[in-house]
């Protein structure tokens, strides 16, 4: 008897999680390793590596310097992709993230493990879902994609990752005209 009991205990605890699995397995959010995005802050289409190693989601990004607009912390940047961009965006600041430092991007004399980076909320459109992400800045230019979402902005996305894959869903199509700006957990 004891043993039933804690079998189906067992069973009890063990299958929700089986369903959720289930559930995302047969989602339609199977995203390849790159796919389209837009980004409605910016309103800009671009091309993003999906990464599940990175926690942070990066846009490529430079001359960014941080200001007060009505007694409230704000960041202005340009653009730093291949096009020219002579635009300067200006975004609310979130927060200010600290990226663990590359061994090969390590300065010893100025005794810092990590870089500092601003992070805003931005709204990023993925197939045809919308959500609003922190994204912190970066100059990627270096990189091949300017813009990198990582393992938090997938969750939100409730994305499953298939590296076999490239632009699976296609371009982005999501309404993009009444987008809440609210940051949502």
Known sequence: MRFNIFALLTCL?????????DEKTHSKNIFGLNEHVYIA?????????????????????????RFKRDGKSWVRFYLAVDEAHERAFELPLARISKIKRRSGDYDPEEDKSYTPRPVVHMSVCMGNTLRTIEVNLTDRSTFQYPFLLGSNALKKFSALIDPSLKYSVGQPQCDTQNINTAFAE
């Open 13 to 21: 605890i063990v299958l929700p999680t089986m369903s959720s699995a």
């Open 41 to 65: 802050d910016i309103d800009m289409n671009m091309s993003a590596k999906l990464d599940t190693g990175a926690k942070t989601a990066s846009l490529s990004a430079r001359d960014i310097e």
